[in-house]
Nanobody, 118 residues
Framework: QVQLVESGGGLVQAGGSLRLSCAAS????????MGWFRQAPGKEREFVAS???????YYADSAKGRFTISRDNAKNTVYLQMNSLKPEDTAVYYC????????????WGQGTQVTVSS
């Protein structure tokens, strides 16, 4: 089984940047699709960005042009570079994984808090 640990969250002013990392351990494989999700207080968890096993990348509209997802298979790590942060980006950010071609993300990290002050 794969375990995911996020890091890199924190408090930043609007317009600032953060880079989140998600380190995978256990039975890791480059054949996993990886994603970032977030959940703001009182809201449902929402998709932010994903990168599949082949390197194909998808972004939520809210992330396009500001966030960049990448992966380093040699380090079993996925990154989310977040620039031009806005107060509405405040949320707990979760890393997730699923086996390529499977239906839903079924492996989750514990989350890392991102707070953007105005």
């Amino acid at each position: 089984q794969v375990q995911l640990v996020e890091s890199g969250g924190g408090l930043v002013q609007a317009g600032g940047s953060l880079r989140l990392s998600c380190a995978a351990s256990g039975r890791t494989s480059s054949s996993y699709d990886m994603g970032w999700f977030r959940q703001a207080p009182g809201k449902e968890r929402e998709f932010v960005a994903s990168i599949d096993w082949s390197g194909s990348i998808y972004y939520a509209d809210s992330a396009k042009g500001r966030f960049t997802i990448s992966r380093d298979n040699a380090k079993n790590t996925v990154y989310l570079q977040m620039n031009s942060l806005k107060p509405e980006d405040t949320a707990v950010y979760y890393c997730a994984a699923k086996v390529a071609y499977s239906g839903t993300y079924n492996i989750w990290g514990q989350g890392t808090q991102v707070t953007v002050s105005s």
